[in-house]
Nanobody, 125 residues
Framework: QVQLVESGGGLVQAGGSLRISCAASGDNLGWYNMAWFRQAPGKEREFVAAISGRGSSTPYADAVKGRFTIWRDNAKTTMYLQMDSLKPEDTAVYYC??????????????????WGQGIQVTVSS
């Protein structure tokens, strides 16, 4: 079973950039589809981006397309999310998620079996 730990969050001004990471342990990361979700106060958890086990497929939510980039380094057992041109509405707790690559790459939370503890990203206006 894989364990996930996010890092790199913090406070950034609107228009700025931030990179968050998800370190995985406990299993072969290449067997897992992975994703980023986020949850703002008072809102439901929403999909941000996903990446297949070998990195060949990377769907994005419309709200972040063209501004965020997801990638993974299976050798380093880490997934990343580069966030550019940040907006105040990107403020949320960001969660790393993973699930065995047994089916299609999911973009909904219930498709993922393993979750990190979440990390705060705050974008000031």
């Amino acid at each position: 079973q894989v364990q996930l730990v996010e890092s790199g969050g913090g406070l950034v001004q609107a228009g700025g950039s931030l990179r968050i990471s998800c370190a995985a342990s406990g299993d072969n990361l290449g067997w897992y589809n992975m994703a980023w979700f986020r949850q703002a106060p008072g809102k439901e958890r929403e999909f941000v981006a996903a990446i297949s086990g070998r990195g060949s497929s990377t769907p994005y939510a419309d709200a972040v397309k063209g501004r965020f980039t997801i990638w993974r380094d299976n050798a380093k057992t880490t997934m990343y999310l580069q966030m550019d041109s940040l907006k105040p509405e990107d403020t949320a707790v960001y969660y790393c998620a993973a699930t065995l690559s047994l089916g299609p790459l999911g973009i909904v939370a219930h498709a993922y079996a393993h979750w990190g503890q979440g990390i705060q990203v705050t974008v000031s206006s």
